[in-house]
């Protein structure tokens, strides 16, 4: 069994930064892209960002400008930096690995997910 694990969620003010990690089995990433989703109460999963090659990026229009998912590869860990956190922000995130793509279908491992909770 494959495990993905985030770890980086928290509670913050709009405005703030956190960073989220998830740590995978070193073949991942020489095998697949990774991504970050998102999933908010009552909403559908949705794509945040992925990565391919290690270094093709690609971002939610929602968060162009604003987040950057980066690997470290001597880590076997993907990261996703968040700032200038809105509210709208608020959702549990999760990484995957799969073929690269937008949609949560094209991605076969999944992590647990890290709750990310923005205040007004």
């Known amino acids: 069994q494959v495990q993905l694990v985030e770890s980086g969620g928290g509670s913050v003010q709009a405005g703030g930064s956190l960073r989220l990690s998830c740590s995978a089995p070193?073949?991942?990433?020489?095998?697949?892209?990774m991504a970050w989703f998102r999933q908010a109460p009552g909403k559908e999963r949705e794509v945040v960002a992925t990565i391919e090659g290690y270094d093709t990026t690609t971002y939610a229009d929602s968060v162009t400008g604003r987040f950057t998912i980066s690997q470290d590869n001597a880590k076997n860990t993907l990261y996703l930096q968040m700032n200038s956190l809105k509210p709208e922000d608020t959702a549990m995130y999760y990484c995957?690995?799969?073929?690269?793509?937008?949609?949560?279908?094209?991605?076969?491992?999944w992590g647990q997910g890290t709750q990310v909770t923005v205040s007004s």
């Open positions: 070193e073949y991942i990433y020489s095998t697949y892209c």
């Open positions: 995957a690995a799969g073929e690269c793509g937008l949609v949560q279908v094209e991605y076969i491992y």
